[in-house]
């Protein structure tokens, strides 16, 4: 049995890693922060299938409005894609994982996000996307929502 389930995953997983292609883009959006709101622009890559599995990670800033405090943000996650209409140009993605946040390079904090996110492709190449991202920290959490480009 256990020789069985290698050999199935031997000629499964080969196939699905090469068929995965890799995406990238920026998000510009608003975040509200626990004292101010925020301007939040990153940086994205991803890796994954239309449909399936896939990996993400994102870099970016959060501009306090009216502080002037930035606060700088790393996202890890994993999560599931689906394609829906007609010509298949729709996809919505949900998402969750680890955040980071660091604030004048003194203070910082570890915590968890999850992510709604609907993307619509013009071509093969290019897309636009909305996101809901929920982060939480001790202490706070981040609602935001970002509107951005997407390249693959």
């Known amino acids: 049995m256990k020789l069985g389930t290698i050999l199935i995953l031997a000629m499964v997983v080969p196939a699905t890693v090469a068929q995965a292609q890799t995406a990238g883009g920026f998000n510009l959006g608003i975040a509200d922060r626990a004292d101010t709101s925020a301007l939040e622009v990153t940086l994205r890559l991803a890796w994954g299938h239309e449909t399936g599995p896939a990996l993400?990670?994102?870099?970016?800033?959060?501009?306090?409005i009216g502080h002037g405090t930035p606060y700088d943000i790393l996202d890890a996650d994993v999560g599931y894609a689906a394609v829906f209409g007609a010509h298949k140009r729709m996809r919505v993605l949900i998402r969750g994982g680890a955040s980071w946040w660091g604030r004048n390079d003194r203070t910082e904090g570890v915590g968890e996000n999850?992510?709604?996110?609907?993307?619509?492709?013009?071509?093969?190449?290019?897309?636009?996307?909305?996101?809901?991202?929920w982060r939480r920290f001790a202490g706070f959490t981040v609602p935001s929502l970002t509107a951005g480009l997407i390249l693959r």
Request: charged share 15%; net charge negative.
């Open 56 to 64: 993400e990670g994102s870099a970016g800033v959060d501009w306090a």
């Open 114 to 133: 999850g992510a709604m996110e609907l993307q619509r492709f013009g071509n093969p190449h290019r897309g636009v996307s909305l996101a809901m991202t």
